[in-house]
């Protein structure tokens, strides 16, 4: 559940407060942001993107995809994805729009909560476009299995607005610079770039301030020694 349309704000605006695991607001009916119909699939974000200019197509995970407009990008380039969400509607919308771009054979789906959800295969790149949950347990989850994901030198590409520079959320909704980077190398990734930049919103003609953090795995070790 990407909440790429602005600024975190209370459901009452219409907006995402935040991603899977939303343990602020367990009674928001997350489903009444999709259509389920693909009508409401975005283009992809090219920022958060970017980190696959050049790289071969491999395994790619979007953890909280929304209706699947990056999802669906990393598809037409030859990933074969997988798109996890906690709303069902986000997943039908994605499946709708896979299916009529000829896509769905390059897609798996799954509707689940990223702070609970378990990778079955590691992955070459994965992805968090504005999705991680509040500030706390579920975040601390969503961070490990974004982490835990990750094939030997895989990608992260992680974006969240950011807690210094927008001014609308509660308080945990967003994030800092320096919370995502403590919490990924804690992990043991490596931050190949990390910083705040403003960026446009996906489902609005307008921008906002953003934390943008690109890190990779370790090689394995084993492997690199021979």
Do not use: K
């Not at 798109?83 to 390059?106: H, Y």
């Amino acid at each position: 559940m990407t909440h790429t349309t602005g600024r975190a704000r209370g459901p009452q605006d219409g907006d995402h407060p935040h991603g899977p695991g939303a343990a602020s607001c367990p009674d928001f009916a997350w489903d009444d942001l999709y259509t389920g119909d693909g009508s409401d699939t975005p283009g992809p974000d090219p920022v958060l993107l970017a980190p696959v200019d050049g790289l071969s197509p491999g395994r790619a995970l979007d953890l909280g995809c929304g209706a699947g407009g990056n999802a669906l990008a990393l598809a037409e380039r030859g990933w074969r994805v997988t798109g996890v969400d906690l709303a069902p509607r986000a997943i039908a919308s994605t499946r709708a729009s896979a299916c009529a771009r000829g896509l769905d054979d390059r897609v798996e789906l799954a509707v689940a909560d990223s702070a609970t959800w378990q990778p079955e295969t590691a992955y070459d790149f994965a992805l968090s476009s504005y999705a991680l949950p509040p500030r706390g347990p579920a975040r601390t989850a969503t961070f490990a299995t974004l982490a835990a994901a990750l094939a030997p030198g895989g990608i992260l590409a992680l974006g969240e607005w950011d807690e210094e520079a927008c001014d609308g959320g509660e308080p945990g909704d967003l994030a800092t610079l320096t919370e995502l980077t403590e919490a990924l190398t804690g992990l043991g990734l490596d931050i190949v770039r990390a910083e705040r930049q403003v960026v446009p919103r996906i489902q609005h003609p307008s921008e906002d301030h953003a934390v943008i953090v690109i890190a990779r795995a370790p090689h394995d070790t084993l492997e690199s020694a021979h």
